[in-house]
């Protein structure tokens, strides 16, 4: 049997990302008509803990957790930890026009976030965080989600939204974070079922 843990998300993207950078692992979503918590931390570290300490206690399970974003370097940051709710729609797409809008042409490098958030049922921690650069650039390619299609990587010479998942999961924010959270000792305990 494949040892389980609950992935702390309503995000279905981020869901099908960490099943494929873990397969050997049960990954459980939460059901649609879960309340989240609301996420008043200050940085992706602050909210990835938020997000699974919470249900880690109340159902005395292992729980992950993923809190992740776009830094825009000339935007000083922006949308940084408030990328889910850049636009007042908050949808992916309103909020990559949003970032589009803003830059008014302007070149601009950023950065694509990803912290992950380890808790055990007694509430040991640890977090982890994936970054990757790229540029900002018009909107190409119908894979991914979120800011994937305006975010170009030099080294691949395509946005994140013109890469197929398993191109993604080589070396998306998302796979950095994971290949360091595997190599924690809490990640150890939670494989040996100790804690
Ligand atoms: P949960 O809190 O339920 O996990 P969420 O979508 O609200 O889901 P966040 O608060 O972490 O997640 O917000 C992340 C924002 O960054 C959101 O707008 C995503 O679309 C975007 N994002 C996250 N990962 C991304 C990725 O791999 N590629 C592109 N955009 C991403």
Redesign the pocket.
Same mark, same amino acid.
């Given at each position: 049997m494949k040892p389980k843990v609950l992935f702390?998300?309503? %995000?279905k993207?981020?869901r099908d $990302?960490l099943a494929r950078l873990l397969p050997t692992i049960d990954v459980v979503m939460l059901d649609n008509d879960v309340i989240?918590p609301e $996420?008043t931390g200050v940085t992706f570290e602050g %909210?990835a803990l938020l997000?699974a300490r919470g249900f880690a206690q109340t159902r005395e399970m292992w729980v992950l957790?993923?809190?992740?974003?776009?830094e825009v370097d000339a935007l000083d940051g922006a949308p940084g930890v408030y /990328?889910?709710r *850049?636009s007042s729609e908050g949808t992916?797409e309103a %909020?990559r026009q949003k970032v589009l809008q803003t830059l008014n042409g302007t070149p601009s490098s950023a950065t694509?976030v /990803?912290v992950m958030a380890l808790v055990s049922p007694t509430g040991n921690q640890v977090t982890t965080r994936g970054q990757v650069r790229g540029t900002i650039t018009t909107a190409r390619g119908d894979y991914?989600?979120? *800011?994937?299609p305006i975010?170009y990587v030099d080294s691949l010479k395509k946005t994140?939204g013109e890469v197929t998942p398993e191109e993604?999961s080589r070396l /998306?924010?998302?796979a950095l974070a994971v290949k360091q959270l595997i190599d924690t000792p809490l990640w150890r305990n939670f494989l040996n079922g100790t804690d």
């Open positions: 702390a998300t309503q %995000n993207h981020k $990302e989240m $996420e %909210n997000k957790a993923d809190d992740s974003g776009l /990328s889910a *850049y992916d %909020n694509m /990803s991914g989600f979120g *800011y994937d975010f994140f993604k /998306s924010h998302r």
